[in-house]
């Protein structure tokens, strides 16, 4: 049913049970596993340059820094259990640009995480998987994050 699966994730907790889901389905399917973290082009446009992200110097490197990291993770877990993956970085606004990769990679299925965030916090700033979900022609599966207690 699917042979080219994208998993978009930006390296957050939000993610973990969105990776462990989309590496199951390629799994299940003999599926290519496309892992793909966008580089928000509008953070680093926002800053001047010398600004520090996760103490990496400087935003758009180290956006990039971040997204290299959480698509090595997943392309060594796919690996493990031996899943065809290939690793993606792209610069841009993450739906927009989710979408348009699915669709020139022609995938049959996006996957992506989301976590339960309070309602200002989304008619502030919105959310990547809702404006995915909105765009997509394909199918999108949001795999849910569970609130942790406290939090």
């Known amino acids: 049913m699917y042979e080219q699966i994208l998993l978009a994730t930006g390296g957050e907790v939000a993610s973990d049970r969105a990776v462990d889901h989309a590496i199951d389905l390629a799994a299940q399917h003999g599926a290519t596993l496309h892992v793909l973290f966008v580089v928000d082009s509008d953070v680093y446009d926002a800053y001047s340059g010398d600004e520090y992200v996760d103490e990496r110097e400087g935003p758009e490197h180290g956006l990039e820094e971040?997204?290299?990291?959480?698509?090595?993770?997943?392309?060594?877990?796919?690996?493990?259990?031996?899943?065809?993956?290939?690793?993606?970085?792209?610069?841009?606004?993450?739906?927009?640009?989710?979408?348009?990769?699915?669709?020139?990679?022609?995938?049959?299925?996006?996957?992506?995480?989301?976590?339960?965030?309070?309602?200002?916090?989304?008619?502030?700033?919105?959310?990547?998987?809702?404006?995915?979900?909105?765009?997509?022609?394909?199918?999108?599966?949001?795999?849910?994050?569970?609130?942790?207690?406290?939090?």
């Open 66 to 151: 971040v997204g290299e990291d959480a698509v090595a993770d997943v392309v060594e877990n796919a690996e493990a259990r031996g899943v065809d993956v290939e690793g993606h970085i792209q610069h841009g606004q993450p739906p927009e640009t989710i979408v348009e990769f699915a669709r020139d990679a022609g995938v049959d299925v996006v996957v992506m995480g989301t976590r339960r965030r309070p309602d200002e916090y989304r008619s502030l700033l919105g959310s990547v998987t809702d404006r995915v979900l909105r765009l997509a022609e394909m199918p999108v599966t949001v795999v849910k994050t569970p609130v942790e207690p406290g939090r």
